[in-house]
């Protein structure tokens, strides 16, 4: 049994650039060839495994084969740094004795676990392997050329994977920048098992919403912002594929919102992350969000039901329909741009070995900074929430913004509550959502307002009443929340 942390980059390589990558003048021999390989994974039919935060696979290796249990790293955008635990084995069998030792092996205790493991996908690949010498360090680099396949479905893999054996982090992120010039190196966010998960839940045309983070309360702020980057990231790259190949409505929406949240995170941590790199990196960010805005605004008018009695020409919904299809090919244009890949991979490298990480308020503890940024979120919310009935529209927008903030600095630090608030701050956390969810509906009829005026005739009034009734429950949301007070405290 060999225990071991993994260092490991990944990215994206499409299938069409392969050729080019090959001939990279950092690999140096071109014509080094592939070995075939297959790896089957294994969980439950529930997927206890993957839930509980490990995988479980046979990897043939020659004659024999290769049993890993890998542990899920609280990262999640395409770096990671986890415990793996290896074995050799002779056969094509799980040795259970071996996974005794292994985190694993205590979970196979449970509930007939061991009888219910079984196969649930399948990998195989055309694997090449260098081992790069950089600087200090020495870096394998493997690409891999095949398919997942998961209960008779399967979807293509084309991906790099850089492992770092000796040596700084840094330099697998310098390597990782010099492989890109003059390719589409996307940061990979799925390993190969969750692949096989996802064909065999069929999830893989779904939009994808945000997943909780996992902050530790003994992370340092530096280590708990990169998490909450690779989070926000992670969240982009799962709906960027069906933005560029369907135009899909709801994953434009929730790569909007990751975007949303990554730039509300460079906010929220803005007093330990300013360096010369940041100025950039944020300016870099509001160019891509400012790209979804006219798409987003789009989807949401041809959403938009007529009012009783309103009767829309045909005309005006295929001129909507036209700004939409024109809003969204920009949208791909930026998607297709070198330009994102390059931003997405400087972000997660800037978050992990950037130069602010090494300022002595990166080092301190997450938990007495956490309290104090959502305090002050809380304060700029209760001071501009007073009177939110008589708010003019846009002092209601940029309350709609302040509580932007604050959900997603309590979301971003919610596994670091007090557990005796945990009543507290599930109550308080659906308010939030209630509250901005109701802002976000004003906000939508001032937009349709805006962009599509005759959707809105009619009614004898009834919209007046509609958007007074909508401020009167947002008013009962924000004083229900403002009795609650912060349960982070």
């Known amino acids: 049994m060999i225990e071991s942390q993994e260092v490991e980059l990944k990215l994206e390589l499409p299938p069409g650039e392969i050729e080019a990558f090959r001939h990279a003048p950092v690999l140096g021999d071109p014509a080094r060839r592939p070995v075939d390989q297959l790896t089957t994974y294994f969980d439950t039919d529930k997927g206890e495994l993957r839930k509980a935060g490990y995988s479980l696979r046979l990897r043939r290796k020659g004659r024999s084969c290769l049993q890993t249990v890998k542990q899920r790293g609280t990262d999640s955008g395409g770096f990671s740094s986890r415990a793996e635990w290896e074995t050799k084995v002779e056969t094509p069998q799980l040795d259970f004795e071996a996974l005794k030792a292994t985190p694993v092996g205590k979970l196979l205790t449970k509930r007939d676990m061991r009888k219910r493991l079984a196969q649930v996908s399948e990998t195989q690949v055309r694997r090449t392997t260098w081992l790069i010498p950089l600087g200090a360090s020495e870096i394998e680099l493997i690409l891999d050329e095949g398919r997942v396949v998961s209960d008779g479905r399967e979807t293509p893999i084309s991906e790099i994977e850089l492992e770092l054996k000796r040596g700084a982090r840094s330099d697998l992120f310098t390597l990782a920048q010099m492989l890109g010039e003059g390719l589409t190196l996307r940061m990979g966010v799925m390993s190969k098992s969750e692949r096989g998960f996802r064909l065999l839940e069929d999830r893989n045309a779904r939009a994808h919403k945000a997943e909780k983070v996992r902050l530790d309360p003994g992370m340092t702020i530096g280590e708990a912002f990169a998490v909450i980057v690779q989070s926000c990231l992670r969240h982009f790259r799962l709906n960027e594929p069906l933005i560029a190949s369907d135009m899909n409505a709801a994953a434009l929406h929730q790569a909007r919102v990751a975007m949303r949240r990554l730039r509300s995170a460079l906010t929220l941590f803005r007093p330990v992350l300013i360096d010369a790199d940041f100025p950039r990196l944020r300016s870099e960010l509001r160019w891509f969000t400012d790209q979804l805005g006219d798409a987003r605004n789009l989807d949401v008018i041809l959403a938009t039901k007529p009012r009783e009695g309103v009767q829309t020409s045909p005309a005006l919904r295929r001129q909507l329909r036209q700004r ?166």
């Open 324 to 489: 939409r299809k024109e809003a969204y090919a920009r949208v791909q244009r930026a998607l297709a741009e070198p330009r994102l890949p390059a931003l997405i991979l400087d972000l997660v490298a800037w978050s992990e070995v950037g130069d602010w990480r090494h300022k002595e308020a990166a080092k301190q503890p997450i938990h007495a900074f956490a309290q104090a940024r959502l305090d002050r979120a809380w304060k700029r919310v209760r001071k501009q929430g007073k009177g939110l009935g008589a708010l003019a529209v846009e002092d209601r927008h940029r309350l709609r913004i302040e509580m932007k903030k604050l959900r997603y600095a309590a979301e971003f630090f919610a596994s670091l509550s007090p557990k005796n608030r945990r009543r507290q701050q599930k109550l308080f956390g659906g308010h939030l959502r209630d509250l901005q969810e109701l802002l976000g509906e004003l906000n939508d009829i001032e937009t349709r307002r805006q962009l599509a005026p005759e959707l809105l005739e009619g009614g004898d009034g009834a919209l007046e009443g509609e958007v007074a009734g909508l401020i009167a429950r947002a008013g009962q949301a924000y004083e229900a929340m403002r009795a609650l007070g912060p349960y982070w405290r």
